[in-house]
């Protein structure tokens, strides 16, 4: 509870005014009745529900500060192949997922397997807002302010055991809640994974919110994870099972196309993808194309995770 409401500033001293007001008629239009739901259930009351869930969330560590990407786009053009292929799919079908009650279950090889209800994760560590650049494989970025705590503080909680040298993330599979999973351009649920060093390593988020807010379902509502020096499908949405493994998983991405998708997947400008070029990527708002960093800008804290490897054969 307190660790939510803390005594920081309200987002209305320091974000800029803009983004404040943008947030609010979002809110405003698509009657954000999950913020309100979310808040109630962490017993805060209707006025800071109106003024977002996480409004007073610290600053996290490794935040950039580049422009956030307007809100409107970051909840109006999204990959969710879970309601169509399509950009705005999402966001005008992913209504029909239910994100309550949810749980997610901490599995495999640990001393403490562990089924955790949303709310449960919701409280489990201080929400931070981590300002992070996006990169999506298909040379589009967006830099959005996340709401959430390092996914370690969950993964710790498991005790992970000494096989546990890889964690699978895997979506909600449920058709009735998920049109596109009629569709089978994906071998559903949607599964990504992250060797266990990368999915513990500071900079790897357990994400509950975006701007302030509980996630809208299109960005992957109610829980997902968010790994910024990688190509944006390694973040998988909507998670239902967090499993700890012996060996590399069977990644949706990389089951599809193996020679497009790898296991690692780290945004590298010098990898060439055979359909898009990966040297330089649009920020969504801006016409010039800007060059794509290493590890999308974040070589500094992870570059040593991949030490002697060939980045070119491990892509
Ligand atoms: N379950 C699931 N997770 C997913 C995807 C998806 O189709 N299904 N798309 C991925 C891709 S390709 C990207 S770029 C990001 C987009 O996240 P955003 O819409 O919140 O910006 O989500 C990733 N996570
Ligand atoms: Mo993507």
Not at 10 to 34: C, H, K, M, N, Y
Not at 189 to 194: D, F, K, N, T
């Amino acid at each position: 509870m307190s660790r939510v409401r803390t005594a920081f500033p309200r987002s209305s001293e320091i974000t800029p005014r803009d983004v404040f007001d943008q947030r609010r008629s979002f809110l405003r239009d698509a009657g954000f009745v999950i913020a309100a739901a979310g808040a109630a259930s962490l017993g805060l009351g209707a006025r800071d529900a109106a003024a977002g869930t996480f409004s007073s969330a610290r600053k996290g560590p490794y935040g950039t500060t580049e422009a956030p990407t307007p809100l409107k786009d970051v909840t109006s053009y999204n990959n969710f192949y879970e309601f169509g292929t399509g950009k705005e799919d999402p966001a005008e079908r992913a209504g029909s997922l239910k994100t309550r009650p949810w749980t997610v279950s901490v599995e495999g090889e640990c001393a403490k397997p562990r089924r955790w209800d949303i709310d449960e994760l919701l409280k489990l560590a201080a929400i931070e807002e981590r300002v992070y650049r996006m990169r999506c494989v298909e040379g589009w970025s967006m830099v959005i302010p996340w709401n959430g705590y390092p996914l370690a503080e969950l993964l710790k909680r498991a005790e992970p055991n000494s096989r546990a040298k890889y964690v699978e993330f895997t979506t909600l599979s449920d058709v009735s809640q998920m049109p596109g999973q009629r569709a089978a351009v994906l071998d559903w649920p949607y599964v990504e994974g992250l060797r266990i060093d990368e999915a513990m390593h500071p900079l790897t988020l357990l994400t509950l919110g975006l701007y302030g807010d509980l996630l809208p379902n299109q960005n992957g509502a109610p829980v997902r994870v968010t790994v910024p020096w990688k190509y944006g499908f390694k973040s998988a949405k909507s998670i239902v099972r967090i499993r700890f493994t012996e060996h590399e998983p069977k990644t949706a991405w990389n089951k599809a196309a193996p020679r497009e998708y790898g296991f690692y997947s780290n945004v590298n400008p010098a990898v060439e993808h055979p359909r898009w070029s990966q040297a330089k990527e649009r920020r969504i708002g801006e016409w010039t194309k800007r060059p794509t960093l290493p590890f999308n800008g974040y070589a500094e804290q992870v570059a040593g995770l991949y030490a002697g490897m060939d980045l070119r054969k491990y892509f």
